[in-house]
């Protein structure tokens, strides 16, 4: 050992655990296995320098005689346990880290709390030559009085405990427990953490987590579930509800294929009928926006069949109309006829029906009439690469076909019925004088023109190649120097 090491011994201890604080401190937390290997090897040579020079941790301190070495020795020898119980802490938490993850970490916790313990009580026993029995049992009845007065809080760190090691959840799961729904940010000694979809912040302490029916939205991990629930009228038929629910369902892309959504009949009362639709999403972002988009689907498709969801106050009953003078009421186009237009515009559409799987319109074709769905999907093919693929899907109310008639350009997707489809044709040559009229309609289907023809060239361009660096640093790379 060097010389200044042998004669200055009480320094060098200090001075290393001063080093250890500093390397902590300064070394980045990606460099965790770099912070290990600086601490073992500065506490080794700390056992080192103490051992040398007859400071033995595991013996009363040297220097009786002199009062002041003897209290610095005495402090160095607890130190040493102390400094060994954090050591060791650290090597089971990076152990444990890389089998558990950071679910393992409350129960890190209660390890490196039992670990320190067990190096005061050394600590005490060999070094200050306490009588560990007594302390013991005064200890023990200390215990006695503290863990009444902390019932609540040590039902909480044993149930978060039970927690870590059943897992019904982990971090980063989205679950409900007892109705509060959000995101697990934190799982710590006392509560469970949650970030909510409002954003909030929602605290669940462990004991009452560990008794709470848990809901973990996250499990498994491709599939969220959802469900939305509707009222109409107990005069409507329920076939037809279900029905038109279910083309509804074939509509929203979003929803997985498998497990098949469904349609259930749900309650009955006086005054409404309550059917709820349950499907599943690949991502817990998507459940929103699915949910808005299957609820609006749902309205168009029962409307289409001519079921109308139930109100707080029932109107009149409407007077009857033909199904084209119906589709225009609810047409975003046009609905804004007035209302003779629309009985004679209603007057020259007819009525065409297409099986599940029948075109529509072909792509390329350049269509001289516009179609607007009346019920049923209709599925939307583009060609990328070779290759046809599902862009989307229509309801009732969209229209078909505008672009031929507009500009006299081909058609740029396959339009074809993915249910049993009805639709209304208008031909060209009435079509014309009206949107020739009635500038609103024209540019209304001009913009809805507009952004197709975006969407499909979106959808259909490839991706920006990212040009590829060049230079000197970028030649070492691809060599693998």
Same mark, same amino acid.
């Given at each position: 050992?060097?010389?200044?090491?042998?004669?200055?011994?009480?320094?060098?201890?200090?001075?290393?655990?001063?080093?250890?604080?500093a390397? $902590?401190?300064?070394?980045?937390?990606n460099?965790?296995?770099?912070?290990?290997?600086?601490?073992?090897?500065?506490f080794?040579?700390?056992?080192?320098?103490?051992?040398?020079?007859?400071?033995?941790?595991?013996?009363?301190?040297?220097?009786?005689?002199?009062?002041?070495?003897h209290?610095?020795a005495?402090?160095?020898?607890?130190?040493?346990?102390?400094?060994?119980a954090?050591?060791?802490?650290?090597?089971?938490g990076?152990?444990?880290?890389?089998?558990?993850g950071?679910?393992?970490?409350?129960?890190?916790?209660?390890?490196?709390?039992?670990?320190?313990?067990?190096?005061?009580?050394?600590?005490?026993?060999?070094v200050?030559?306490?009588?560990?029995?007594? @302390?013991?049992?005064?200890?023990?009845?200390?215990?006695?009085?503290?863990?009444?007065?902390?019932?609540?809080?040590?039902?909480?760190?044993?149930?978060?405990?039970?927690?870590?090691?059943?897992?019904?959840?982990?971090?980063?799961d989205?679950?409900s427990?007892?109705?509060?729904?959000?995101?697990?940010?934190?799982?710590d000694?006392? *509560?469970?953490?949650?970030?909510?979809?409002?954003?909030?912040l929602?605290?669940?302490?462990? =004991?009452?987590?560990?008794?709470?029916?848990?809901?973990?939205?996250?499990?498994?991990?491709?599939?969220?579930?959802?469900?939305?629930?509707?009222?109409? =009228?107990?005069?409507?038929?329920p076939?037809?509800? /279900?029905?038109?629910?279910?083309?509804?369902?074939?509509?929203?892309?979003?929803?997985?294929?498998?497990?098949? !959504?469904?349609?259930?009949?749900?309650?009955?009362?006086?005054?409404?009928?309550?059917?709820? /639709?349950?499907?599943?999403? !690949?991502?817990?972002?998507?459940?929103?926006?699915?949910?808005?988009?299957?609820?609006?689907?749902?309205?168009?498709?029962?409307?289409?069949?001519?079921?109308?969801?139930?109100?707080?106050?029932?109107?009149?009953?409407?007077?009857?109309?033909?199904?084209?003078?119906?589709?225009?009421?609810r047409s =975003?186009?046009?609905?804004?006829?007035?209302?003779e237009?629309?009985?004679?515009?209603?007057?020259?559409?007819?009525?065409?029906?297409?099986?599940?799987?029948?075109?529509?319109?072909?792509?390329?074709?350049v269509s001289?009439?516009?179609? /607007?769905?009346?019920?049923?999907?209709? =599925?939307?093919?583009?060609?990328?690469?070779?290759?046809?693929?599902?862009?989307?899907?229509?309801?009732?109310?969209?229209?078909?076909?505008?672009?031929?008639?507009?500009?006299?350009?081909? *058609?740029?997707?396959?339009?074809?019925?993915k249910?049993?489809?009805?639709?209304?044709?208008?031909?060209?040559?009435?079509?014309k004088?009206?949107?020739?009229?009635?500038?609103?309609?024209?540019?209304?289907?001009?913009?809805?023109?507009?952004?197709?023809?975006?969407?499909?060239?979106?959808?259909?361009?490839?991706?920006?190649?990212?040009? @590829?660096?060049?230079?000197?640093?970028? $030649?070492?790379?691809?060599?693998g120097?």
């Amino acid at each position: 050992m060097p010389s200044f090491i042998a004669d200055h011994p009480m320094l060098c201890a200090v001075a290393l655990i001063l080093i250890d604080i500093a390397v $902590w401190r300064l070394i980045s937390p990606n460099l965790a296995n770099w912070k290990l290997a600086a601490r073992l090897v500065i506490f080794a040579v700390f056992s080192a320098v103490l051992f040398n020079d007859g400071m033995n941790p595991m013996q009363a301190a040297p220097y009786a005689d002199d009062t002041t070495l003897h209290l610095a020795a005495t402090a160095l020898q607890i130190g040493w346990w102390l400094f060994a119980a954090r050591t060791l802490t650290v090597l089971l938490g990076a152990v444990m880290m890389q089998r558990v993850g950071h679910t393992g970490r409350l129960l890190q916790d209660l390890l490196g709390a039992v670990i320190f313990l067990i190096a005061i009580i050394a600590a005490m026993a060999y070094v200050l030559d306490l009588p560990v029995k007594g @302390v013991l049992a005064t200890s023990g009845a200390v215990a006695i009085i503290v863990g009444l007065a902390l019932q609540s809080t040590l039902s909480d760190v044993f149930s978060g405990i039970v927690l870590n090691t059943t897992k019904p959840y982990q971090i980063d799961d989205w679950i409900s427990i007892d109705g509060t729904e959000g995101r697990v940010t934190d799982i710590d000694w006392r *509560a469970t953490r949650l970030q909510t979809s409002q954003g909030s912040l929602a605290v669940i302490p462990n =004991s009452l987590a560990a008794k709470a029916k848990i809901i973990n939205f996250s499990r498994p991990a491709d599939m969220f579930g959802l469900a939305v629930s509707l009222q109409v =009228s107990p005069h409507a038929r329920p076939q037809t509800v /279900i029905e038109a629910l279910e083309r509804a369902m074939q509509g929203c892309r979003p929803l997985l294929a498998q497990p098949a !959504p469904s349609v259930a009949f749900k309650a009955s009362t006086g005054s409404g009928v309550e059917y709820e /639709i349950s499907g599943f999403v !690949p991502a817990m972002g998507l459940k929103r926006e699915t949910r808005n988009q299957l609820y609006d689907l749902a309205y168009r498709h029962l409307q289409a069949a001519g079921v109308g969801l139930l109100s707080a106050t029932e109107g009149s009953t409407p007077p009857a109309v033909s199904g084209a003078r119906a589709l225009l009421e609810r047409s =975003s186009i046009f609905s804004t006829l007035r209302q003779e237009e629309k009985d004679t515009f209603s007057q020259n559409m007819t009525l065409h029906t297409y099986r599940a799987g029948e075109m529509i319109l072909a792509a390329g074709a350049v269509s001289d009439h516009l179609f /607007i769905i009346e019920s049923g999907v209709v =599925s939307v093919l583009l060609i990328k690469d070779g290759h046809k693929f599902e862009a989307g899907r229509m309801g009732p109310g969209e229209v078909i076909g505008e672009s031929g008639i507009l500009s006299d350009q081909a *058609a740029l997707a396959d339009f074809s019925a993915k249910t049993y489809c009805t639709l209304y044709r208008i031909e060209n040559e009435y079509l014309k004088p009206c949107l020739d009229a009635r500038h609103d309609i024209g540019e209304a289907m001009k913009a809805l023109l507009d952004f197709r023809r975006h969407a499909a060239q979106a959808l259909t361009e490839d991706a920006p190649v990212v040009p @590829v660096k060049k230079g000197f640093i970028q $030649w070492l790379r691809n060599r693998g120097l």
